[in-house]
């Protein structure tokens, strides 16, 4: 059984930050891909930011600059720096990882977590 706990949301004020982590726990063989959504109220689930197992990262253009996505292999965790925060990144963000176990490679989604950024 794998599980994904997010931690690291809350309040900040406009211009503050925050850096979320996503631990994977089970019996874990190794991670690939990870990323990042967020899910503003009324509004799809929209990626945030992406790496690949190598390290790779790509960013969605609003938050190029801003935020930074890295990922510790060691302890299956991966991590979103979010700097300068702004009003429109209030969402609930959540967490996707490709984790391998020995039943194979699956997709799995963390819980969510809140972002409230005020002006």
């Known amino acids: 059984q794998v599980q994904l706990v997010e931690s690291g949301g809350g309040l900040v004020q406009a211009g503050g930050n925050l850096r979320l982590a996503c631990a994977a726990s089970?019996?874990?063989?190794?991670?690939?891909?990870a990323g990042w959504y967020r899910q503003a109220p009324g509004k799809q689930r929209e990626l945030v930011a992406l790496?690949?197992?190598?390290?790779?990262?790509m960013y969605q253009d609003s938050v190029k600059g801003r935020f930074t996505i890295s990922r510790d292999n060691t302890k299956n965790t991966v991590f979103l720096q979010m700097n300068s925060l702004k009003p429109e990144d209030t969402a609930d963000y959540y967490c996707?990882?490709?984790?391998?176990?020995?039943?194979?490679?699956?997709?799995?989604w963390g819980q969510g977590i809140q972002v409230t950024v005020s002006s």
């Open positions: 089970g019996s874990i063989v190794g991670t690939k891909a």
């Open positions: 996707n990882m490709d984790i391998v176990t020995m039943g194979g490679r699956r997709n799995y």
């Open positions: 790496i690949q197992g190598g390290g790779g990262t």
